[in-house]
T-cell receptor, first 112, second 114 residues
Framework: AQSVTQLDSQVPVFEEAPVELRCNYS??????LFWYVQYPNQGLQLLLK??????LVESINGFEAEFNKSQTSFHLRKPSVHISDTAEYFC??????????FGKGTRLHILP | NAGVMQNPRHLVRRRGQEARLRCSPM?????VYWYRQLPEEGLKFMVY????????ESGMPKERFSAEFPKEGPSILRIQQVVRGDSAAYFC????????????FGQGTRLTVV
């Protein structure tokens, strides 16, 4: 069975500082990995995804995530955060059965 | 090109009543997911459907909850005899059949049981 662990429920960080949101997964088969972002009172939006190929994937707003098979991780990073990045971030995994399983989420608080 | 449409956005029900949550997937999408979100608990998978078929319902409570995705019309999540513990945000997502396709989410239905 698949599972996703997001180790931090909340991450406070100063504006323009770097941030890393951690995600580890468990699966016995090859996986597809996703990061979604949820702004207040809205649904989830895809931020980036890993299907195959290059282990480093990037989003259009400066986030990146690296697939590390040996450590079963898919941590999300941004070198310099902005106040508009305040949101909840969800890591997700799917595999051959196509079911998408989400982690519990990490709230990113940007401090002025 | 409309996204995933969920209605109603907010639903209030008294204990013991039935709640019906609707989800219209994106055009061309054949698969629908339902998730429940509670504070501090993230998104809990409930059920995964394709038209006229339930693929995986391992996250659905055994009683009072049911889901369908008919050949025509929206997917429906039905909760019978609601209790206070059913109060949550319920999100629907749809995707293409292709493996690894992302899921597109609706705005959610916030169910409050009073």
């Amino acid at each position: 069975a698949q599972s996703v662990t997001q180790l931090d429920s909340q991450v406070p960080v100063f504006e323009e500082a770097p941030v890393e949101l951690r995600c580890n997964y468990s699966s016995s088969v090859s996986v597809y990995l996703f990061w979604y972002v949820q702004y207040p009172n809205q649904g989830l939006q895809l931020l980036l995804k890993y299907l195959s190929g290059s282990t480093l994937v990037e989003s259009i707003n400066g986030f990146e995530a690296e697939f590390n098979k040996s450590q079963t991780s898919f941590h999300l990073r941004k070198p310099s955060v902005h106040i508009s990045d305040t949101a909840e971030y969800f890591c997700a995994v799917s595999s051959q059965d196509d079911k998408i399983i989400f982690g519990k989420g990490t709230r990113l608080h940007i401090l002025p | 090109n409309a996204g995933v449409m969920q209605n109603p956005r907010h639903l209030v029900r008294r204990r013991g009543q039935e709640a019906r949550l609707r989800c219209s997937p994106m055009k061309g999408h054949s698969h629908v997911y339902w998730y429940r979100q509670l504070p501090e608990e993230g998104l809990k998978f409930m059920v995964y459907l394709q038209k006229e078929n339930i693929i995986d319902e391992s996250g659905m409570p055994k009683e009072r909850f049911s889901a369908e995705f008919p050949k025509e019309g929206p997917s429906i999540l039905r909760i019978q005899q609601v209790v206070r513990g059913d109060s949550a945000a319920y999100f629907c997502a749809s995707s293409l059949r292709d493996r690894g396709s992302e899921a597109f989410f609706g705005q959610g239905t916030r169910l409050t049981v009073v």
